[in-house]
């Protein structure tokens, strides 16, 4: 278990905290604006803060790359370091290494040939598989494509569990949604990411049992006046729908992520994927508020009516959305797709005390049974490999 492993399972206990509380957080702005789409809109718009902190990065390790170019430089340097502390040592050879890392991320995309830009975008990404494979970096050009391609199933992802968080109590919504490790695994499958065995299997049938039990618990909240226009029947059968739509669509761009990324994420700058992601949604995802809009869905667009309503929603998407998507998609590359989405059904018994906590809600045994199947079905899948290497399956 090298470093970056164990960094990925230190940032899905924050990243779990973060998204319940920018879960609670969303519910509470509903009560005021309800614009699903607005906060969608905004929080993944908001990622494009990454490209020009991608590009900055990669400025400055050009510019340090160019200072010592000199050979008579380098070599007084060097002998200047033998005679040194070996920390100052170190601390060299871990720029050279970083200089070496963005020489060879410039070349790559300085040696991209006409061929290759002529091809179509399914091509590119088939001959970005193999580089990946092989150990090579993507060049600007392809993270673009890539960014491209998966933000409007980022967008989809995001706007179904804000739907899903308007319609429902967040505890209903974290358990739903934490079903995508099931999706994940059948997608993992299918792109050759993971393997299926009779312990994933029997994982599968205990999370959807469990799923099944939520939905025909009870619960109930202390303030039921503030909340009874969200959480009447129709409306939170409603919920539990976007809910699983989002874990269908959740579970598969996790795997793409992680087949895109490669192994630990070498292939691919994080912080330039997601600013890709972010530009895309900014400016081709505007306009989808009109159909919405017209088909019942989205009420009649507003701006928020207050500057504090403004900084809660800002601020919601620069933690919620900037800052936690970018520490789940390093968990995602560092871990598994599956290891990364177990740790997020963590939400689950969180999101159950936020609610006790914050809106005094209880809940039935059924419910809380389906709540504990759901996560027992996530820990079964976790540790199926070894089951059936055990149990000889």
Request: hydrophobic share 45%.
């Amino acid at each position: 278990m090298g470093w970056k492993y164990k960094a990925g399972l230190f940032l899905i206990s924050a990243v779990v905290v973060i998204w319940v509380t920018s879960a609670e957080v969303t519910q509470g702005i509903f009560s005021e604006y309800k614009q699903p789409f607005a906060i969608t809109y905004l929080g993944a718009s908001l990622l494009v803060i990454y490209l020009p902190v991608a590009f900055l990065k990669d400025w400055i390790c050009d510019l340090l790359k160019r200072r010592p170019s000199r050979t008579d430089k380098s070599t007084d340097n060097e002998s200047y370091m033998r005679h040194s502390s070996p920390l100052k040592h170190t601390v060299q050879k871990v720029f050279e290494i970083e200089i070496q890392k963005s020489m060879d991320r410039k070349d790559s995309e300085e040696n991209i040939s006409a061929e290759e830009e002529g091809k179509p975008l399914v091509a590119i990404y088939n001959g970005s598989s193999d580089d990946l494979k092989n150990g090579k970096e993507m060049t600007a050009w392809q993270i673009a494509c890539y960014g491209f391609f998966l933000a409007p199933l980022w967008f989809i992802t995001e706007y179904l569990s804000n739907a899903a968080l308007e319609h429902t109590s967040v505890a209903s919504t974290t358990v739903l949604s934490s079903t995508s490790g099931l999706f994940t695994l059948f997608v993992g499958v299918i792109f050759g990411e993971d393997s299926l065995n009779m312990a994933k299997v029997v994982a599968v049938f205990v999370s959807i049992s469990g799923v099944v039990m939520t939905t025909l618990g009870k619960s109930w909240a202390t303030d039921e006046s503030h909340l009874n226009s969200s959480l009447s029947d129709e409306r939170s059968l409603l919920g539990d729908l976007f809910g699983l739509l989002s874990a269908m669509s959740y579970g598969l761009f996790t795997v793409l992520l992680k087949k895109f990324a490669g192994e630990e994420g070498k292939g691919v700058d994080m912080q330039k994927l997601f600013g890709y992601i972010g530009l895309c949604t900014l400016l081709t995802m505007w306009w989808l508020v009109w159909p919405l809009t017209a088909l019942g869905i989205e009420p009649k667009f507003t701006i928020p009516h207050s500057a504090k309503l403004d900084e809660v929603v800002l601020a919601n998407g620069l933690v919620g959305s900037v800052l936690s998507d970018y520490f789940w998609a390093l968990c995602v590359v560092w871990t598994t797709p599956l290891v990364a989405t177990l740790g997020m059904s963590l939400t689950i018994p969180l999101a159950m005390v936020a609610d006790m906590v914050i809106h005094g809600r209880h809940y039935s045994a059924i419910y809380i049974l389906g709540s504990v199947q759901v996560f027992a079905g996530f820990v079964i899948a976790n540790i199926a490999d070894r089951i059936s290497k055990l149990m000889g399956l």
